[in-house]
Structures are given as structure tokens and as C-alpha cells.
């Protein structure tokens, strides 16, 4: 005999199934939804993908490929050489935010001639490279032309129509290239001690040989266009200079007189005139 189901359970079993059917429903409604969202993404992606990336290639030209290679502070050679090694790796990686500028500041670390190298990226599309180039104080002539800096270093040749106003470093023909160097300190020494306290002493030539320093003034130039020698010693070379400087302005008012003037006394300071010679104590 089948049992008698109450009011109440009919009730509950036909809210179940209810609920049944409409969570049913809903599921169908999300999954419809799901499929119809994923396909209207894909239509987009398809219609929008190559605006989008064009969008996205039109900006990065515009704000990060390198457009301009600014160059400050470097004199003509400096500032070609520089230009001739980064213009091929800009060729190769036109993107400011991926150019590689860690190759460039070793480049930069092994020019001689440079003090500071600084580099930079600026937007839109702005590579900077900021340099202070060392001070030529003399141009060496030996087996070429050659910038001579403050420490007696050669920093770099010199180019063809170079026009520079400083002394002129010669070297006898006799002297080997290993005492070069210590020779090319003392005159370092020499011109910057010179320039900086008056009077000026004005060289114009400084030649190596090896009994020392045969040094020419301007100043000296007497009415035969010839110009008396000065020898300087390797050692020594400061004192000797500055007690040269005391005696200056009377050795321009005999110029014309002058054969010579030796410094390569430990004390003293001898003037050859040409009829007599003269010897001041230092």
C-alpha cells in the first residue's frame, strides 16, 4: 500500500524542483553569455588587433626612437669620432628605451682625450652625450702631430686644418721613445708653471734632446728674427723657471744682446750676451 505524502512535502519537493529548473536555467544563461562574450572578444581582437599595434608602433616612434644624437662639449675630432661609433648601433637599436649605452660609456672611458663623458636619454627620442675634453697645452712633432694634455700625456692626433695656439714640442732625432715620456712631464710642468703667474715667458718651441730642454720665447725675438735659446735642465725644472721669471723683464730689454741663456746650473742662471756673459746667482 503506497504511503500518503503530506501537504507539506508536496510543498517542499515542488519548490526543489522549481529551484532545480531555474538553477538549470541560469547555467545555460551564463554559459550563452560566456560563449557570446568570447566570440565578440575574438571579433575585436581580430578588427581591433591591427589598429591597436599600430597605435602602440606610432607612439613608440614618436616618443622613444632616437632622432637626434646630441653631442656636448666635444671639439670637431672628438665629436666626429664619437658620432662615427654610435650612429651604427643607432642604425641597429633605433629604441631610446632599449639602447644599450653601456657599450658607449666603455667607448667613452677609453678616449684620452676626455675628462668626463656623461650620457642621457631624453623624450622624445634625444640620445645626449655630455663630454669635457682635456686641455692641450702643447702639440707634440714626432713621426706626426700630437695634442699633448696638463700631465705631459699624448691624448690625440692632430687633424688636418687643426688650428691651435700653443707651444710646439720638437724632439732630436738621437733621443729614444723611452725617455719621451719623462721629458714630455717636465715640459708639461714648465707651461703650466708658466701661465700661471706673470710674467708670461711665452714659449714657443720646446725641444727634447738629451742633454736637456732647449726652450724659444716670442718675447726674445730680436730685430734679426732670431730667437736665443733657453736650457733647462730635466731636474730642477720648477726653481729653475721661477727664478727665470724674476729676472725677465730685464732679459726682453737685452734681447738683442742675448746669445744664450743657461739654466742647467744647480745655483745660478748664466746669460751669454754676445760680447760678454753674465752670471746671476739663485
Known sequence: MARRVSINERIIQTKKKKKGRKLFLLTLILVFLISAGTMTAIQLVKFLGPVFTKGVIEFS?????????????????????????????????????????????????????????????????????????????????????????????????????????????????SLGAEDLTDYLKTIALIINLDNKSAPNLA???????????????????????????????????????????????ELVKKKNQIDYIDNRFKKGIVVKLKTTEEHYDG
Open 203 to 249: 714659449f714657443s718651441e720646446l725641444r727634447i734632446t738629451k742633454n736637456g730642454i732647449i726652450a724659444r720665447s716670442l718675447e726674445l725675438k730680436n730685430d734679426n728674427n732670431t730667437i736665443p735659446p733657453i736650457y733647462f735642465p730635466m731636474d730642477y725644472a720648477e726653481k729653475k723657471l721661477l727664478q727665470i721669471k724674476k729676472l725677465w723683464p
Open 61 to 173: 616612434d614618436r616618443f622613444f626612437k632616437i632622432r637626434e644624437i646630441a653631442i656636448v662639449g666635444a671639439g670637431e675630432y672628438g665629436e666626429r669620432e664619437i658620432r662615427e661609433f654610435i650612429t651604427p648601433m643607432v642604425k641597429v637599436n633605433p629604441n631610446l628605451l632599449t639602447f644599450p649605452l653601456s657599450q658607449i660609456r666603455v667607448f667613452l672611458a677609453t678616449r684620452p682625450y676626455l675628462s668626463i663623458a656623461e650620457l642621457r636619454k631624453e623624450l622624445p627620442g634625444r640620445l645626449v652625450i655630455a663630454v669635457k675634453e682635456k686641455k692641450t697645452v702643447a702639440i707634440l712633432i714626432k713621426d706626426g702631430f700630437f695634442h699633448i694634455d696638463e700631465n705631459g700625456n699624448i691624448i690625440r692626433p692632430m687633424y688636418n686644418g687643426e688650428n691651435i695656439d700653443v707651444p710646439v714640442i720638437t724632439v732630436e732625432e
